[in-house]
């Protein structure tokens, strides 16, 4: 399954940059406000050491790991769901992604300009989401023009579920609250996936810091940053954008030295990757042979015939069984044969909850 996150931002506050130096490519990113207009797509590689490590266990003739798209959004500004900047066009883009990555401008540079004539990080975010549940709002609000006057004379049963369950998301965004901070029912839920509401999404806070407060890990702004994203339930994902242009034209080993100097774990795209993949309920489970060794991504909780559909829609209709072994018994064993000869390779049925880390071939008959 494709991941899709979208980032989105005030102008300027270095959101096609970070999209440049993560994704390798070259976009527009001037000194001026909509310097994006259509959106950018770009895709990255999934980092995950367990694939380099079967890879050199099965030596197969391609290695494929799982990708994550981005796509940059043009920056949204005060009055953009009422059409201001580029308005709802932009809105509209944001509709289609899993996840929101919101970056939040946490530096200081008197040559780079603020469209709200000053940095001030709270602020900016607090005009976005607003923006956000506007947008929504009025989707509610169209909608309902639309059903309550037929649900409630011809008590259609299923028009008034919609009606009850919008009713509950417009008592919220009038107040300013996220739908994702609502409890909803997994019919509600239902209900309202076609709305594709932005603010059901899970958002990460972006913090474009410098490098110096990148390694110290804090200013005044990424402090107020933190304490918000606490606040709102949500991660916060520190990154500098001159670094990540540094990393992305540095082979593996170089990379890994060159963060150690800085005394930093992870580059700040790995540790958004990751992060995202807490947020929205994913693992990876892989398929190895001679021919192709690959990871696939699926939600946590998903059974073994989803699995096997996210690799071809046959081997879900046709499920059989799955052969399964974890990588960690993989690992351990050193080959199939002794994970085999040890017990530990599993035949599952179709209730079977695939976890992270499986490896799997599908039995299937279509």
Request: glycine residues 6%; hydrophobic residues 40%.
């Amino acid at each position: 399954m494709a991941l899709k996150a979208g980032i989105i931002g005030m102008p300027n506050v270095g959101k096609s940059t970070l999209f440049n130096a993560i994704t390798k490519k070259n976009i527009l990113a001037a000194n001026y406000p909509f310097a994006t207009i259509d959106p950018n797509l770009g895709t990255v590689i999934v980092p995950d050491k367990r694939l380099e490590t079967l890879e050199n266990m099965f030596m197969p003739l391609r290695t494929i790991p799982t990708q994550y798209e981005f796509t940059d959004i043009a920056g949204l500004v005060k009055g953009a769901s009422n059409g201001e900047g580029l308005g709802n066009k932009f809105l509209s883009h944001i509709r289609e992604v899993d996840a929101v990555i919101h970056v939040v401008r946490c530096f200081i540079d008197k040559d780079i300009i603020h469209v709200e004539g000053d940095v001030d990080p709270v602020r900016d975010i607090e005009i976005i989401n607003l923006e956000l549940s506007i947008s929504d709002l009025e989707i509610v609000n169209n909608r309902l023009e639309k059903i309550v006057k037929k649900a409630e004379t011809g008590k259609d049963k299923e028009l008034l579920k919609e009606v009850d369950v919008l009713n509950k998301c417009k008592d919220a965004l009038v107040k300013g609250v996220a739908l994702r901070h609502l409890e909803f029912t997994s019919e509600e839920l239902e209900i309202i996936k076609v709305f594709n509401f932005i603010t059901l999404k899970p958002v990460i806070y972006l913090a474009n810091v410098n490098e110096v407060d990148l390694v110290n890990d804090g200013n005044i702004y990424i402090d107020k940053v933190r304490d918000y994203a606490n606040k709102d339930n949500a991660p916060l994902v520190l990154m500098c954008a001159k670094i990540e242009s540094e990393l992305v034209e540095l082979p593996d080993d170089e990379k890994k030295v060159f963060l150690n100097e800085l005394g930093i774990e992870e580059s700040g795209l790995d540790k958004l990757i990751n992060t995202t993949y807490k947020i929205l309920g994913l693992s990876t489970f892989f398929t190895v042979g001679k021919d192709e060794v690959r990871a696939w991504t699926f939600k946590n909780g998903m059974k073994a015939p989803e699995c096997a559909g996210i690799i071809h829609t046959d081997f879900q209709k046709g499920f059989i069984k799955a052969e399964v072994m974890s990588y960690s018994d993989l690992v351990e064993c050193g080959s199939e044969i002794k994970v085999k000869e040890a017990g530990k390779a599993r035949l599952e049925g179709k209730e079977y909850i695939m976890q992270d880390g499986d490896i799997c071939y599908f039995r299937f008959n279509v």
